[in-house]
């Protein structure tokens, strides 16, 4: 391939209202802001996106776009390297860390479409599809609507589901109880966000272990790694704990790891700085002889979760799934619970619906 040097990047932002008003233990919300971007280079465009807020693309606009203007597109890492340390006095989690996650997803979309390749093939693939979960179950839903979400994804084939939990202790198990009648045998996952403490935690890790529940996530808030191991070390054999998803550096997920918080770690390419911070977390979790799971934008980590050695299986988050099959061209769907790469398409296959998404940008 000829060099390409970088010359253009753009990012939009759209705000897209839920379905229903939803809920998890800690936070309530009625919409979602999606940030799109794209870097040109060699008369091709590379596609890349993350959610957050409206304010990544200004960052994008000012500082990281002429940041990579001019660079060889193929030259990830470096490009990689170059985003996070402008970024040093500005901060690096948060709004950051999610525009150059946007950012690092386009370039590695860019470089496959350069080589005519399926980004996969560029990773490498390590297998051929991998297995989602069904996440939702939102502490605003009632339920009926609880239960036939739930019910519905073990009928397109998940082996697991996931619901939340924690923002009503007290009608937590009723709750549960319901979701474990209508999924059978099914593996039943709950998430309370951090919305309980350390004891209070242990008390329904031991509950909810009584009702088949094999994944317990954030417990107790992600930044609590002494509570966690805690929590880790006297819940009943059969249940894990997990957490990560608010992880936007190698650094985090390394700390994580080395308190013995977690049985499964989770990692976010939305966030935590695109395919290449997303393979840098999962050769953690290999040094560290943990399984990963990829959270939420399922479209986004179908080609880095087919290349993760210790990948256990990718979350099919209701809202994302809503809104890439809605706005993007080539989203993945779900055939008997797994999920498989076109490998007719080069880069990552998608193509952003732009004037479907009109209506929404901001």
């Known amino acids: 391939m000829a060099e390409s040097p970088i010359t253009a990047v753009r990012a939009s932002a759209y705000t897209i209202p839920t379905d229903a008003a939803e809920s998890d233990g800690t936070l309530a919300w009625d919409r979602t802001t999606l940030i799109v971007v794209t870097v040109e280079a060699g008369g091709c465009k590379g596609l890349g996106y993350t959610y957050g807020a ?28 170059a ?8 901060g690096r989690p948060g709004i950051a860390s999610t525009a150059i996650s946007a950012l690092d997803i386009a370039l590695w979309d860019l470089k ?3 080589f005519n390749q399926p980004l996969v093939r560029l990773l490498p693939q390590a297998r051929p599809r991998v297995p989602v979960y069904g ?26 589901v996931k619901m939340k939990v924690g923002r009503d202790p007290g009608n937590d198990m009723g709750r549960v109880r319901a979701a474990r009648e209508v999924v059978g045998t099914a593996g039943l996952f709950v998430d309370a ?10 008390r329904f890790a031991e509950a909810f272990a ?15 790694l002494i509570g966690l191991h805690l929590i880790r070390d006297l819940s009943p054999a059969g249940m894990e704990i997990a957490a990560g998803e608010y992880g936007y550096t190698p650094y985090y997920f390394r700390a994580m790891l080395a308190a013995e918080a977690v049985d499964i770690l989770q990692a976010d390419a939305t966030r935590c700085g695109g395919i290449t911070g997303f393979l840098r977390a999962a050769a953690l979790c290999d040094a560290f002889q943990i399984p990963l799971s990829s959270h939420c934008a399922p479209s986004i980590h179908l080609a880095p979760a087919l290349a993760a050695p210790r990948l256990r299986h990718m979350e099919w988050f209701h809202d994302h799934v809503r809104i890439e099959q809605m706005l993007f061209e080539g989203a993945p769907r779900i055939k008997d619970g797994l999920l498989a790469p076109n490998l007719s ?7 952003f619906r732009r004037a479907d998404a009109a209506k929404f940008e901001v």
Request: aromatic share 8%.
């Open 54 to 81: 409206s304010a990544s693309t200004s960052l994008v606009h000012s500082v990281l776009g002429p940041e990579l203007h001019g660079r060889e597109s193929a030259d990830i890492e470096s490009c990689w390297s």
């Open 83 to 90: 985003m996070n340390a402008i970024v040093r006095n500005i």
């Open 112 to 114: 496959a479409r350069l």
């Open 135 to 160: 996440s939702g179950g939102f502490t605003s839903y009632d339920e009926k609507t609880l239960c036939r979400q739930l019910s519905d994804w073990v009928a397109e084939g998940c082996k697991w």
């Open 193 to 202: 966000n951090g919305g309980y403490v350390r004891k209070q935690a242990i």
């Open 210 to 224: 009584d009702l088949g529940v094999g994944w317990f996530e954030e417990p107790v808030s992600s930044d609590d």
């Open 345 to 351: 398409c080069s880069g990552h296959g998608l193509t």
